[in-house]
Protein backbone atom coordinates (compact mmCIF):
# COMPACT_ATOMS: atom_id res chain seq x y z
CA UNK A 1 0.00 0.00 0.00
CA UNK A 2 1.42 3.38 -1.04
CA UNK A 3 1.76 6.02 1.83
CA UNK A 4 2.51 8.70 -0.52
CA UNK A 5 -0.06 7.78 -3.23
CA UNK A 6 -3.00 8.01 -0.37
CA UNK A 7 -1.88 11.53 0.65
CA UNK A 8 -4.13 14.23 -0.03
CA UNK A 9 -2.42 16.97 -1.63
CA UNK A 10 -3.79 20.89 -0.98
CA UNK A 11 -4.17 23.22 -3.81
CA UNK A 12 -2.83 26.65 -3.10
CA UNK A 13 -5.51 29.65 -3.28
CA UNK A 14 -3.82 31.09 -6.86
CA UNK A 15 -3.59 27.15 -8.40
CA UNK A 16 -5.71 25.24 -10.12
CA UNK A 17 -6.34 21.99 -10.64
CA UNK A 18 -8.67 20.26 -13.84
CA UNK A 19 -8.91 16.56 -14.58
CA UNK A 20 -10.41 15.74 -18.27
CA UNK A 21 -10.33 12.83 -20.06
CA UNK A 22 -7.09 11.43 -18.27
CA UNK A 23 -5.07 14.28 -18.48
CA UNK A 24 -4.12 16.47 -15.38
CA UNK A 25 -4.01 20.23 -16.26
CA UNK A 26 -2.00 22.51 -13.61
CA UNK A 27 -2.28 26.60 -13.86
CA UNK A 28 -0.57 28.71 -11.59
CA UNK A 29 1.05 31.90 -11.44
CA UNK A 30 4.33 31.44 -13.15
CA UNK A 31 2.45 28.71 -15.74
CA UNK A 32 0.48 25.86 -16.82
CA UNK A 33 1.59 22.04 -16.38
CA UNK A 34 0.01 19.06 -18.09
CA UNK A 35 0.31 15.47 -17.19
CA UNK A 36 -1.30 11.98 -18.69
CA UNK A 37 -2.62 9.57 -16.05
CA UNK A 38 -2.43 6.01 -16.44
CA UNK A 39 -5.94 4.67 -17.48
CA UNK A 40 -5.31 2.54 -14.12
CA UNK A 41 -5.20 5.91 -11.91
CA UNK A 42 -8.19 7.70 -10.96
CA UNK A 43 -8.03 11.49 -9.78
CA UNK A 44 -10.22 13.39 -7.64
CA UNK A 45 -10.33 17.58 -7.61
CA UNK A 46 -12.79 19.33 -5.09
CA UNK A 47 -12.58 21.75 -2.72
CA UNK A 48 -8.81 22.55 -3.39
CA UNK A 49 -7.75 19.09 -2.56
CA UNK A 50 -6.63 16.60 -4.92
CA UNK A 51 -7.10 12.74 -4.67
CA UNK A 52 -5.31 9.88 -6.34
CA UNK A 53 -6.80 6.54 -5.94
CA UNK A 54 -5.56 3.27 -8.08
CA UNK A 55 -8.80 0.93 -9.53
CA UNK A 56 -6.38 -2.31 -9.94
CA UNK A 57 -3.88 -4.00 -8.11
CA UNK A 58 -1.83 -4.63 -10.82
CA UNK A 59 1.56 -4.32 -10.02
CA UNK A 60 2.42 -1.08 -12.82
CA UNK A 61 -0.75 0.55 -11.10
CA UNK A 62 0.73 0.11 -7.43
CA UNK A 63 3.63 1.53 -8.56
CA UNK A 64 2.08 4.64 -10.77
CA UNK A 65 0.27 5.46 -7.62
CA UNK A 66 3.04 7.31 -5.48
CA UNK A 67 4.52 8.62 -8.93
CA UNK A 68 1.47 9.98 -10.18
CA UNK A 69 0.88 11.95 -6.43
CA UNK A 70 4.54 12.91 -6.40
CA UNK A 71 4.31 14.45 -10.21
CA UNK A 72 0.93 16.24 -9.51
CA UNK A 73 2.41 18.05 -6.02
CA UNK A 74 5.78 19.08 -8.15
CA UNK A 75 3.68 20.47 -10.78
CA UNK A 76 1.75 22.29 -8.03
CA UNK A 77 4.58 23.60 -6.13
CA UNK A 78 6.14 24.68 -9.62
CA UNK A 79 3.22 26.57 -10.96
CA UNK A 80 3.23 28.64 -7.76
CA UNK A 81 6.73 29.04 -6.62
CA UNK A 82 9.11 27.56 -9.29
CA UNK A 83 11.88 25.57 -9.23
CA UNK A 84 15.90 25.99 -9.17
CA UNK A 85 19.23 24.55 -8.99
CA UNK A 86 22.50 26.27 -8.59
CA UNK A 87 25.57 25.38 -10.09
CA UNK A 88 29.26 26.59 -9.75
CA UNK A 89 32.79 26.08 -11.76
CA UNK A 90 35.78 25.84 -10.02
CA UNK A 91 38.83 25.87 -11.74
CA UNK A 92 41.22 28.48 -12.99
CA UNK A 93 39.99 29.93 -15.94
CA UNK A 94 36.89 28.16 -15.65
CA UNK A 95 33.72 30.44 -15.82
CA UNK A 96 29.81 30.74 -16.95
CA UNK A 97 28.61 33.28 -19.89
CA UNK A 98 25.01 33.06 -20.38
CA UNK A 99 24.20 35.24 -23.86
CA UNK A 100 20.26 34.60 -24.57
CA UNK A 101 18.96 31.34 -25.14
CA UNK A 102 22.90 29.83 -25.31
CA UNK A 103 25.11 29.12 -22.22
CA UNK A 104 28.63 29.42 -22.84
CA UNK A 105 31.19 27.16 -20.47
CA UNK A 106 35.16 28.28 -20.41
CA UNK A 107 35.88 24.56 -18.90
CA UNK A 108 39.72 23.92 -19.69
CA UNK A 109 39.12 22.44 -23.05
CA UNK A 110 40.58 24.27 -26.26
CA UNK A 111 37.34 25.36 -27.08
CA UNK A 112 34.47 27.31 -25.94
CA UNK A 113 30.86 24.96 -24.88
CA UNK A 114 27.99 26.21 -26.03
CA UNK A 115 24.70 24.46 -24.56
CA UNK A 116 21.09 25.48 -25.71
CA UNK A 117 19.05 26.47 -22.66
CA UNK A 118 15.42 24.56 -23.13
CA UNK A 119 12.69 26.62 -23.93
CA UNK A 120 10.50 27.30 -20.43
CA UNK A 121 14.16 27.77 -18.39
CA UNK A 122 16.00 30.50 -17.55
CA UNK A 123 19.49 30.50 -16.67
CA UNK A 124 20.86 33.72 -14.29
CA UNK A 125 24.39 34.41 -13.31
CA UNK A 126 24.98 35.23 -10.10
CA UNK A 127 28.87 35.63 -11.01
CA UNK A 128 31.00 34.13 -13.26
CA UNK A 129 31.54 31.08 -11.52
CA UNK A 130 27.73 30.36 -10.99
CA UNK A 131 24.83 30.53 -12.03
CA UNK A 132 21.27 29.44 -11.13
CA UNK A 133 18.73 27.32 -13.20
CA UNK A 134 15.68 28.40 -12.91
CA UNK A 135 11.65 26.76 -14.17
CA UNK A 136 8.37 25.50 -13.46
CA UNK A 137 9.33 21.81 -14.53
CA UNK A 138 11.59 20.34 -11.79
CA UNK A 139 12.21 17.67 -14.39
CA UNK A 140 13.38 19.61 -16.90
CA UNK A 141 15.51 22.12 -14.81
CA UNK A 142 17.26 18.86 -13.08
CA UNK A 143 17.91 17.63 -16.59
CA UNK A 144 19.46 20.55 -17.56
CA UNK A 145 21.62 21.13 -14.62
CA UNK A 146 22.44 17.88 -14.97
CA UNK A 147 23.72 18.59 -18.33
CA UNK A 148 25.83 21.68 -17.85
CA UNK A 149 27.60 19.40 -14.97
CA UNK A 150 28.36 16.56 -17.62
CA UNK A 151 30.49 19.36 -19.70
CA UNK A 152 33.46 18.80 -16.93
CA UNK A 153 32.70 16.46 -13.73
CA UNK A 154 34.33 17.53 -10.86
CA UNK A 155 37.43 15.43 -10.17
CA UNK A 156 38.50 14.09 -6.59
CA UNK A 157 41.74 15.47 -6.62
CA UNK A 158 42.36 19.19 -6.84
CA UNK A 159 37.88 19.62 -6.87
CA UNK A 160 38.15 20.81 -10.73
CA UNK A 161 35.29 21.01 -12.68
CA UNK A 162 31.24 21.85 -12.49
CA UNK A 163 29.34 20.88 -9.05
CA UNK A 164 25.88 21.98 -7.86
CA UNK A 165 25.89 24.20 -5.23
CA UNK A 166 26.69 23.00 -1.74
CA UNK A 167 27.94 19.59 -3.34
CA UNK A 168 30.36 17.56 -1.19
CA UNK A 169 33.34 16.72 -3.72
CA UNK A 170 35.11 13.81 -2.10
CA UNK A 171 38.64 14.41 -2.30
CA UNK A 172 41.44 11.67 -2.75
CA UNK A 173 45.40 12.30 -1.98
CA UNK A 174 47.71 12.25 -4.86
CA UNK A 175 51.00 10.27 -5.30
CA UNK A 176 53.28 9.97 -2.00
CA UNK A 177 56.45 11.05 -2.31
CA UNK A 178 58.52 7.14 -2.35
CA UNK A 179 61.49 6.93 0.12
Same mark, same amino acid.
Given at each position: ?8 L ?6 T? %? @?? @????T?K ?11 P?? %?V ?9 T ?5 ? =? ?6 ? %? @??? /???M??? &?S?? #? ?7 ? +?? #?R??? *?G?T???? $?? #???K???? +????? %?????? $? ?6 G???E ?5 ? $???R? &?? !??EP #? =???? /??? *???H +??? !??? *? *????
Open positions: MSRIGNRITVPENVV %T @NE @NGCIVGPKGELSLTLNNI %TEVEDNKVKVRNSDIK =KTKQMHGT %T @NAL /IANIKG &VEG #YEKGLEIIG +VG #YFNP *KKLEIN $AG #YSHVELE +VPAGL %TVESVS $ATEITVKIDKAVGKFA $AEIE &VR !KP #Y =KGKG /IRY *KGE +VRR !KEG *K *KASK
